[in-house]
């Protein structure tokens, strides 16, 4: 089985600064991709469920607790961080450009155990293309770099994902069963796949970036 599902940055809702849109919204997490004006403060509030945050554009942010504590943060583009469970705050963006961030919130808790990734996992087979961005017990998140008409081996995916397009992408996958599928993405799309295993070519003169965060 090979089910990818895409999502559209599509009816934009408020939230604590700037614009949200939710593009994935399932048992297991609610992706929301986020438009983040710079000196802007957001209304006091607080996040319940751990996440991945993946910085598509550099930036800076002050957040201040209500307890006095103050925290700043920055990130480079397209990096990807862990942000736990957090207390009443206010956050503002100091860096002086607006900011795009894909934020995963993790609706489940960290399992007993992870679901295991087995012999075809992409990171043992192929680590010139997939690296662990970081890990911990609830995701494993990769940087996955494949250059221009670069092959990728046939790899296996046994954990849910949600995966973030940093680049175009034009690809030629091609499934276990022989079955060739043209896969084509614009940068900054989210989508989210289950079970498969594959094999890659990308079909591109260009490098194709993806940050991918697996659900344990």
């Given amino acids: 089985m090979n089910r990818i599902l895409l999502f559209s940055f ?16 399932n048992d297991q997490v609610k992706v929301l991709n986020v438009v983040a004006q710079p000196h802007q403060k957001t209304r006091t509030h607080d ?6 945050m993946i ?34 705050h206010v956050a503002e963006i100091t860096s002086n450009k607006p900011v795009t961030i894909v934020e995963v919130e993790l609706k489940k808790p960290a399992p007993a155990s992870a679901k295991p990734t087995g012999p075809m996992d992409p990171v043992k087979l192929d680590p010139k293309h997939y690296k662990v961005e970081f890990e911990n017990p609830q995701v494993r998140v990769l ?12 790899h296996e995916h046994t954990r849910d994902r949600v995966v973030v397009y940093v680049t175009d992408m034009d690809f030629l996958i091609t499934s276990a069963d022989g ?12 989508g989210f796949s289950t079970y498969a295993k594959h094999k890659e070519d990308n079909r591109s003169d260009k490098a194709a ?4 965060v697996e659900l344990k």
């Avoid at 940087?143 to 081996?153: C, F, T």
């Avoid at 970036?209 to 991918?212: D, E, T």
Wanted: proline fraction near 5%; glycine fraction near 8%; include cysteine.
């Fill in 143 to 154: 940087n996955v770099l494949i250059g221009g008409k670069e092959p990728v081996p046939m």
């Fill in 179 to 190: 079955k060739a599928t043209p896969a084509t993405h614009k940068a900054g799309d989210v």
């Fill in 47 to 52: 996040h319940k469920m751990n996440r991945v």
């Fill in 209 to 212: 970036r993806l940050l991918v």
């Fill in 55 to 88: 910085y598509l554009t550099e930036g800076t942010q002050d957040i201040t607790y209500t307890d006095g504590r103050k925290t700043t943060t920055s990130w480079r583009a397209n990096e990807a961080k862990w942000s736990p469970a957090s207390g009443m």
């Fill in 10 to 25: 599509a009816a934009a809702t408020a939230v604590c600064f700037g614009q949200a849109n939710t593009v994935i919204d």
